[in-house]
């Protein structure tokens, strides 16, 4: 659409239009978010009539464009896109936010024309990011990415972390929309209406930025037909109203996130209901598919005895899946070196992608690619990961499907001190919907589960350790997710040892030491804390009566509670230790850390010896 042909009167109705049925589908559902769906809705009639570029009746088609609301809470306004697009009836429309109804409260990806999630501000352009270097770097092909934003959200750093990526990768294809309304939930934002305030930031970092009248059609217009035509990514700096069209709550505060006083009336004075239905533009046939390649896999094989580190086994490991599955990429927060992602990207350039120290920027890039059928590995240290957990909580809500992987896990990592040791990630990732973790304790092991996370779902989350340890398993062995190893076993066990990971070799060594003292220890390597093996653990359970668990971990929601949980609904209950971290590590060797902690061999035996002996 160019300027000269800009029907002004019918996107101004169509504008009105999304302003009503936002209003209706609020009024109807006793709630929602209407006026902050009335400030974006000439905007959004503009995009839906004239820029945007999606085949509604093929969600799927490559080619599509990519609309993302950041601002995810004007739900209300996206739903009437749809209803205006033919996409859901107005019956649809006005079961908004009731039980059973696809049109959630906030965005989901339960409607096929939604890629994630939203309503945690600051994701949207961040996921914006990731699908536009997507695109360009990975799809090739010219879709383009709008997100729309709320000015509320340009307080979360992580829209600045969005903001500089885009910038150095100079992505042309990402258009931001910033609804500047003024209002956010409890008051005036930071800067108001002062786009030039925001214009000024967002410029700074290699953005080019337009400031405009958000409810002039013209001017929207032209802004957009500029976004097209530039060779960086664009920030729209829009000056709305909060409510625009009912004087009963434009601008007005104190009515963020209620349906409008009288709705009825509210309807009357924006003209009425319309019924204006858009023929969006589907973007042309590209009947091109990703050239993908598979072939046998041959994974590293460590001899047993040997001292190798899991994060170098990942690293090697991913780096062979890279080169039978063209479909994985890797991702990384500047500690390629110490995680060993880059060996992936010394031999797949291409397919990997540095984030620097931007672990929010890292998770929403990789959520982003899989939307796009990618397969991401994403890896930085596992306390860095705490960082960004909001993300990888959206990603669940978006039933997205990752791999992350934390390195430097736990007070094994020795010197560093507390702030690089992951102590809280086995329960971050266990209290996720859909999750998968794992904790390897050799490098055989490590490169098994490397590969098997690929063809999972959902969340998985591989913990891996920073020192040497020695290969315990050769290469033939097989590690199905959800099941455990039982590394000693005898029928007069009197003691179960549960660890994973680092306290795996401590087990066996605490199993020696008790067998000199004539008390017979099973170990289990429970490497699949969730999902966790329930029938070992019964099995073990029934037979020794007692379960040590031990974990280079918080005690709190780690290793020791997911044994705890596997016998929830068990008639019988064995008598359990849990060892744990349970004092603040500070700097000292790997294994005076070990010792310190009470999670070494020594420790390991006094707990065993106190349930055999009580």
Not at 123 to 137: C, H, K
Not at 360 to 370: D, E, K, R, S, T
Not at 453 to 465: K, N
Request: hydrophobic letters at 40%.
């Amino acid at each position: 659409m160019s300027v000269a042909t800009v029907d002004v009167e019918r996107l101004t109705e169509l504008g009105q239009q999304l302003r009503v049925d936002a209003v209706r589908a609020s009024g109807a559902a006793g709630s929602g978010h209407p006026t902050s769906s009335m400030s974006a809705a000439d905007l959004m009639a503009v995009l839906l009539a004239g820029h945007l570029r999606y085949d509604f009746s093929a969600s799927q088609n490559p080619a599509n464009d990519h609309l993302i609301f950041s601002k995810g809470h004007a739900s209300p306004l996206l739903y009437a896109m749809y209803v205006a697009a033919g996409a859901i009836s107005d019956e649809e429309l006005l079961r908004y936010r009731t039980s059973g109804s696809r049109l959630e409260g906030h965005p989901t990806p339960q409607l096929p024309w939604v890629d994630v999630a939203t309503g945690s501000l600051g994701q949207g352009l961040p996921i914006g990011v990731g699908l536009a270097l997507a695109g360009r770097d990975l799809d090739r092909r010219d879709y383009r990415v709008w997100v729309l934003c709320g000015d509320s959200e340009l307080a979360e750093g992580s829209m600045w972390e969005a903001f500089e990526h885009a910038g150095d990768q100079q992505l042309a294809n990402l258009i931001a929309i910033v609804d500047v309304n003024r209002l956010g939930q409890r008051g005036p934002t930071r800067h108001g209406w002062d786009t030039g305030a925001y214009a000024r930031r967002i410029g700074a970092f290699g953005w080019h930025t337009v400031e405009i009248d958000g409810h002039d059609v013209d001017q929207i217009e032209r802004a957009y037909s500029e976004a097209e035509r530039s060779d960086l990514p664009t920030a729209i700096l829009a000056r709305t109203r909060k409510g625009k069209g009912v004087a009963a709550v434009e601008d007005a505060e104190g009515a963020h996130g209620k349906p409008l006083p009288d709705t009825e009336s509210a309807i009357e004075e924006l003209g009425g209901r319309r019924s204006i239905r858009v023929e969006v533009t589907r973007p042309q046939a590209d009947d091109r598919l990703p050239k993908l390649t598979t072939r046998s896999l041959e994974l590293p094989v460590y001899l047993a005895g040997e001292q190798v580190a899991t994060r170098t086994a990942f690293g090697e490991a991913i780096t062979a899946l890279g080169r039978v599955r063209s479909d994985i990429v890797v991702l990384d927060g500047e500690v390629g070196d110490s995680t060993r992602s880059q060996f992936f990207q010394r031999e797949h350039p291409e397919r990997f992608f540095q984030f620097y120290i931007a672990e929010q920027q890292m998770i929403a890039a990789a959520v982003a690619m899989q939307v796009r059928g990618w397969v991401p590995y994403a890896a930085t240290f596992s306390a860095f990961l705490s960082r960004a957990y909001d993300f990888v909580r959206m990603a669940a809500v978006s039933g997205a499907d990752l791999c992350l992987i934390g390195s430097h896990a736990g007070v094994s990592i020795g010197q560093d001190g507390p702030s690089q040791m992951g102590l809280e990630d086995l329960a971050m990732f266990r209290a996720l919907w859909r999750s998968i973790v794992l904790y390897p304790c050799d490098a055989n092991q490590t490169a098994h589960l490397t590969a098997a996370m690929a063809d999972h779902a959902g969340i998985r989350y591989l913990r891996t350790t920073r020192g040497d340890t020695p290969v315990l398993y050769g290469g033939e062995e097989t590690f199905p997710i959800g099941g455990s190893k039982v590394l000693r076993s005898s029928p007069d066990d009197q003691v179960t040892i549960v660890g994973a990971g680092i306290t795996v070799h401590e087990a066996l060594a605490a199993a020696d030491r008790l067998a000199d003292d004539g008390v017979a220890a099973r170990v289990i390597d429970l490497y699949s804390v969730k999902p966790v093996d329930v029938v070992t653990l019964h099995q073990a359970a029934a037979e020794t009566g007692r379960i040590v668990t031990v974990e280079d971990h918080w005690p709190q929601g780690g290793l020791g509670d997911a044994v705890l949980d596997a016998f929830t609904q068990s008639t019988a209950f064995p008598r359990v230790a849990k060892l744990g971290i349970l004092a603040l590590p500070g700097s000292a060797t790997p294994e005076e850390q070990l010792q310190h902690a009470a999670i070494d061999a020594d420790a390991i035996v006094e707990a065993a010896l106190g349930l055999v002996e009580s």
